[in-house]
C-alpha cells in the first residue's frame, strides 16, 4: 500500500506543480501617481495552503521573490518595489537563522515610473520569479516567466519630477528602503489600465484563475500558544518551591480553616482565582502596551534580543543572591491592611495581591523570563496565556491542601533545598540568557557566538551548576552539611546533561536540544568522525557555490558526478534539493547526520546534489531555450538548468527528491520524497535496497 501511494504520488507530480503556481496579473496604471508619472502593478495571488517569499527577504534562506524590469529610452525607474496592501507575516526561522518575510492568500505590488521625454507607445518587459512552500516544508519553484506591459504614447509639456540617479537598480534584488503605502485589494476597473500579455510559459498548462481568499489557520499560532502555557505552568510550579512561597502554604491554609471551616474549600478557591485574575490581567498590560506588531519586531530585532540577555543575567545574579529585587515595603503593608480591615470576597482578593507583592523576590525572575518568552513569541495572547499557566500552576497547591488537609502533615520542611531551587533557576535564567544573545547574533550576522562556542558556554555553567549543588561552589545561603541522596541524585542528572553536550561541542548533533543551539552550519570545531570536514575534493565544478554537510565530498553537476561515479563504481544518490529548502535541511540534520546513514552516503555512494533554486548565472554556452509539453523555457540559471533536467527526467518539481541510480545513470529503485525520507529507518533501507540492486548488475 505504502508502495502504491508512493508511486502515484510520482505520477501526480506534474499535475500538482500545475496547479500549484501563482496567479500575476499585472497591468499599467495611473490611478495614484502624478502627472507624467504611471505605475506597474502586480496582484498575485497564492495557492491555498501555500506562502511566498517576500521580494524584500533577505538572502541565506528561503529564495525570495525577484521582479526585474527593461525599461526603454525616455521611461526611469521611480523607486524600487513597493507593497501597497497584503499581510507580511515576519519571524525568525531556527533552521536557516535569519527573519522570513511571507505572503499567504494574496498581495500587491507597485513600482513607479516617470516619462522623462515624449515617447511613442512602447513596451515595458520583464521577468518574475518566486518559491512556493507549505507550513511543512514542500517547496516549488516554478520557471521565471516573462511579462510585458504596453504604455501609451506621452507628451511632456512641463518639468517632470526629479529623476532618480543613473545608478538606480534595475532589478529587486536591491530595492530602496521597504514601505506600505495602502491596503487597497480591489483589482482597478479603469479603462486606461491594459492587461498584460503574457509572452513565456510557466511549468505548467494551467493556472488557477481564482483561489478563494482563506482564513487565517491558527495551528501554528495554537501550538505555540500551548507550549507557552506549558512554560508558564512549569514556571509556577518552580516559583511555589521558592522560599518566598513554599513556607506560606501551611500557613495560609490554615488559616482558611481555622477562619471557617465549613467554607474554607470556597474560600480558597476564590483566593487562587484571585491569584489567577491578577497574573492574567498583568499578561494583558504587557500585551495592551506592546500590541502584537511590535511583539513581532521585539522576537527579531537583535538590539532588544540583546536587551533581554542583560535581563536574563541581572536575573540570575539575583538568583544567585548577590541582591534581591523588592517591591517597596509600603506597598506590602497597604495591600495587607486592606485585607484584615475589608470583609468578604473583596478580603480574600486583597490576602491574594499580598502573596502575589510578598514573594516577588522570588517570582519576579520567573515571571520576567515567561513575560520575555511570551513577548518575543510573536503572538498577541502570549503573555496572558503564560500568565494564566503560571497562575494556575502557583494557585493550585493551595486549593488541593485546603480540599485535603491532611495532606499538610506531608508537606516537607523548608530547609537548604530552597536554595538549590534558587541557584538552579540563575543557571537556567543564564542558559535562557545565551538563547537570547545568539539570536541576536544570527539576525544581525556578527557570527561572534558559533554553534561550539554556544555549546562550550552551556558545558560550563552546567559543570558549575553540579559543583553548587554539590556544595563544592557555595552560592547564596549554602550550608556544609553531608550530602543527601536526593542532592547527589539531581547532581548525577546536571551531569549527564553536561556529558550529552560534550559531542555537540565537537560537531556531533544533538536531536533533544537542537531547536536551541545555533545552526549547525555555525560550527568551526569538526573533531568527530562523521562531521569531519577533511579530504574533500573542492576542484569541482560549483564547489564555490554549494557544500555538502559532514564532510560529504558531493558533486553538484550531474555529469561530472556520473563520470566519477563511473571511476569508482558506485552508484549515485541523485540529491534534488535547494539552497531555500528548509525540509532539505531537515533530511541533512536529523537523517543525514545519523552515523549509519552517514557511514552509507560517505563511503558507498557519490552524492550528486542539484540546487533548483539556485540563481547563480550559467556559463555562456549553457545558456539555451528547451521545449518540454509542448513550450518554450529560457533557461538562463543553474537552479534554471537542473528544473529542466528534472522535468524531463522525471516529469515534476519537488525537493527535496531522492533518486538512486547506477554508475550508467539507470534507476535502481523508486525515488522518495521528504515524507518517507524523514524516517531513518526507510532512509537506511532506501539507500540498502539500492546498494543490494547495484550488486544484483
Known amino acids: 500500500m505504502k508502495a502504491l501511494k508512493i508511486f502515484i504520488s510520482i505520477l501526480l507530480l506534474p499535475f500538482l506543480a500545475a496547479s500549484q503556481t501563482a496567479d500575476w496579473n499585472i ?23 501555500f506562502h511566498m517569499y517576500s521580494f524584500d527577504q533577505v538572502s541565506g534562506g528561503p529564495i525570495a521573490a525577484n521582479v526585474t524590469f527593461e525599461v526603454p529610452d525616455g521611461i526611469e525607474k521611480v523607486g524600487g518595489l513597493v507593497i501597497r496592501a497584503g499581510k507580511v507575516d515576519e519571524f525568525f526561522d531556527d533552521i536557516f537563522g535569519i527573519n522570513i518575510r511571507q505572503f499567504s492568500t494574496r498581495t500587491k505590488w507597485v513600482q513607479e515610473f516617470v516619462v522623462t521625454k515624449d515617447i511613442e507607445p512602447c513596451v515595458i518587459k520583464g521577468t518574475y520569479s518566486y518559491q512556493l512552500c507549505k507550513d511543512d516544508g514542500y517547496c516549488l519553484n516554478p520557471f521565471p516567466e516573462e511579462f510585458s506591459v504596453q504604455i501609451p504614447a506621452y507628451t511632456i509639456q512641463k518639468k517632470v519630477a526629479e529623476i532618480p540617479e543613473k545608478n538606480e537598480i534595475d532589478s529587486v534584488d536591491k530595492i530602496a528602503p521597504f514601505k506600505i503605502v495602502g491596503m487597497d485589494t480591489a483589482a482597478p476597473a479603469d479603462d ?81 482565582l484571585s491569584i489567577v485574575v491578577i497574573f492574567v490581567a498583568l499578561g494583558l498590560c504587557i500585551t495592551l502596551l506592546f500590541g502584537v506588531d511590535a511583539l513581532n519586531k521585539l522576537s527579531t530585532s537583535p538590539a532588544f ?14 538568583f544567585f543572591g548577590v541582591f534581591e529585587l523588592m517591591l517597596p515595603t509600603s506597598w506590602i503593608n497597604y495591600f495587607d491592611q486592606k485585607a484584615d480591615s475589608s470583609k468578604g470576597f473583596l478580603s480574600i482578593f486583597f490576602m491574594a495581591f499580598t502573596l502575589v507583592l510578598v514573594s516577588f523576590s522570588c517570582t519576579a525572575m520567573i515571571i520576567g523570563t515567561l513575560l520575555v518568552e511570551s513577548v518575543v513569541s510573536g503572538s498577541l495572547t502570549g503573555p496572558m496565556v503564560g500568565m494564566l499557566g503560571f497562575a ?34 540563575g543557571f537556567i535564567e543564564l542558559g535562557f540568557a545565551m538563547k537570547f544573545i545568539s539570536k541576536a547574533d544570527l539576525v544581525a550576522g556578527w557570527g561572534v557566538l558559533p554553534r561550539d562556542l554556544f555549546i562550550g558556554i552551556w558545558i560550563l555553567l552546567s559543570i558549575v551548576w553540579g559543583l553548587c549543588i554539590l ?158 509539453g509542448g513550450k518554450t523555457y529560457k533557461i538562463r540559471t543553474i537552479g534554471e538548468h ?56
Open 392 to 425: 494556575v500552576a502557583l494557585s493550585l497547591p493551595f486549593i488541593v491542601f485546603a480540599a485535603v488537609p491532611s495532606l499538610l502533615s506531608s508537606l516537607a520542611k523548608s530547609g537548604d533545598w530552597m536554595n538549590d531551587i534558587k541557584i538552579s533557576l
Open 192 to 272: 486606461s489600465e491594459q492587461a498584460v500579455n503574457q509572452d513565456s510559459t510557466s511549468i505548467s498548462d494551467t493556472i488557477e484563475e481564482t483561489i478563494r481568499q482563506q482564513e487565517e489557520t491558527p495551528q501554528t499560532e495554537s501550538r505555540s500558544l500551548w507550549m507557552i502555557f506549558l512554560l508558564g505552568f512549569l514556571g509556577g510550579i518552580l516559583a511555589f518551591l521558592t522560599p518566598c512561597v513554599f513556607p506560606m502554604v501551611p500557613m495560609t491554609v490554615s488559616m482558611f480553616l481555622k477562619r471557617d471551616k465549613q467554607h474554607a474549600l470556597r474560600d480558597v478557591l476564590i483566593y487562587g
Open 471 to 628: 556544595r563544592v561552589i557555595c552560592l547564596g545561603h549554602c550550608t556544609q552539611k553531608p550530602l543527601s541522596k536526593q542532592r547527589i541524585g539531581f547532581a548525577v542528572l546536571i551531569f549527564a546533561f553536561t556529558i550529552y553536550l560534550i559531542p555537540g561541542f565537537f560537531g556531533k548533533p544533538l536531536d533533544l536540544i537542537s531547536g536551541w543551539l545555533p545552526p549547525m552550519s555555525t560550527q568551526h570545531i569538526h573533531i568527530l568522525s562523521d562531521t569531519e570536514e577533511t579530504n574533500v575534493n573542492t576542484n569541482k565544478k560549483y564547489a564555490n557555490l554549494f557544500h555538502s554537510p559532514y564532510g560529504i565530498d558531493g558533486y553538484y553537476d550531474y555529469e561530472e558526478g556520473l563520470e566519477h561515479a563511473k571511476a569508482e563504481n558506485k552508484p549515485i544518490l541523485l540529491d534534488f534539493t535547494g539552497l531555500g529548502c528548509e525540509n532539505c535541511r531537515k533530511i541533512e540534520m536529523n537523517v543525514w547526520a545519523k552515523p549509519e546513514i552517514l557511514k552509507i552516503i560517505k563511503n558507498d555512494y557519490v552524492l550528486i546534489s542539484l540546487y533548483l533554486d539556485s540563481r547563480e548565472p550559467l556559463d555562456s554556452s549553457l545558456v539555451r531555450e528547451e521545449q518540454y
Open 642 to 697: 537542473w528544473s529542466i533536467f528534472m522535468m524531463k527526467n522525471y516529469h515534476g518539481l519537488m525537493q527535496p527528491y531522492y533518486v538512486l541510480l547506477s554508475p550508467d545513470g539507470e534507476k535502481l529503485c523508486e525515488p522518495i520524497t521528504y515524507d518517507e525520507a524523514k524516517d531513518v529507518a526507510t532512509y537506511k533501507t532506501f539507500l540498502e535496497t539500492g546498494l543490494q540492486k547495484m550488486k544484483e548488475k
Open 27 to 49: 497591468f499599467y496604471s495611473t490611478e495614484k501617481v502624478n502627472k507624467n508619472h504611471f505605475e506597474i502593478v502586480m496582484n498575485i495571488t497564492i495557492p491555498q495552503d
Open 305 to 318: 534580543n540583546m536587551v533581554f540577555f542583560f535581563v536574563f543575567v541581572i536575573f540570575a545574579i539575583s
